[in-house]
T-cell receptor
Framework: AQSVTQLGSHVSVSEGALVLLRCNYS??????LFWYVQYPNQGLQLLLK??????LVKGINGFEAEFKKSETSFHLTKPSAHMSDAAEYFC?????????????FGQGTILTVHP | DAGITQSPRHKVTETGTPVTLRCHQT?????MYWYRQDPGHGLRLIHY???????DKGEVSDGYSVSRSKTEDFLLTLESATSSQTSVYFC???????????FGEGSRLTVL
């Protein structure tokens, strides 16, 4: 079985500062890992994904994440926060094979960006 | 944007009443999912479908049933709603089993 832990339910940064959202996973098979973003009163949308190719993955809106197998981590970063980045972010994992694409989500991290 | 429509978007009901939420897609995707979102829990899978009439349980399926008689429609039914089922429900679709999902805008259900 796989699981995801997001460290920190709330993260607050100043505009222009580094964004770092932490995610650790547990999986008995090589995982596919994802970050999804949810803006207020909307559904989730895919930010980026890791599917066993390059360990550094670039996504939309300047976000990127690095898969570190030794640390079982998949932290999300952005060099310079923008006000529009304020949202809730979810890390998720799916096992390969016959998993039917079922995602297991972390608890979510709410990102607040201060002017 | 993926063509996913959830209905109703908002519903208030009383304990013990049946409720059906509908998810309709225009993308002809094979996989469909129902998740619920609750503060502190992220999203949890209720049921999923991997084809017409092919469905299975997720991690929080108790009290819920689903049906998929057509590719485009996936119905979630609460046979007898309880207050613990107050939540925001999201439908998602995928054309493969890689975990890359497209989500609807959600249905907010309040059970009094």
């Amino acid at each position: 079985a796989q699981s995801v832990t997001q460290l920190g339910s709330h993260v607050s940064v100043s505009e222009g500062a580094l964004v770092l959202l932490r995610c650790n996973y547990s999986s008995s098979v090589p995982p596919y890992l994802f970050w999804y973003v949810q803006y207020p009163n909307q559904g989730l949308q895919l930010l980026l994904k890791y599917t066993s190719a390059a360990t550094l993955v670039k996504g939309i809106n300047g976000f990127e994440a690095e898969f570190k197998k030794s640390e079982t981590s998949f932290h999300l970063t952005k060099p310079s926060a923008h006000m529009s980045d304020a949202a809730e972010y979810f890390c998720a994992v799916v096992a390969g094979g016959t998993s039917y694409g079922k995602l297991t989500f972390g608890q979510g991290t709410i990102l607040t960006v201060h002017p | 944007d993926a063509g996913i429509t959830q209905s109703p978007r908002h519903k208030v009901t009383e304990t013990g009443t049946p409720v059906t939420l509908r998810c309709h897609q225009t993308e002809n995707h094979r996989y469909m999912y129902w998740y619920r979102q609750d503060p502190g829990h992220g999203l949890r899978l209720i049921h999923y479908s991997y084809g017409v009439k092919d469905t299975d349980k997720g991690e929080v399926s108790d009290g819920y049933s689903v049906s998929r008689s057509k590719t485009e429609d996936f119905l979630l039914t609460l046979e007898s709603a309880t207050s613990s089922q107050t939540s925001v429900y999201f439908c998602a679709i995928s054309d493969g089993d890689t975990g890359e999902l497209f989500f609807g805008e959600g249905s907010r259900l309040t059970v009094l």
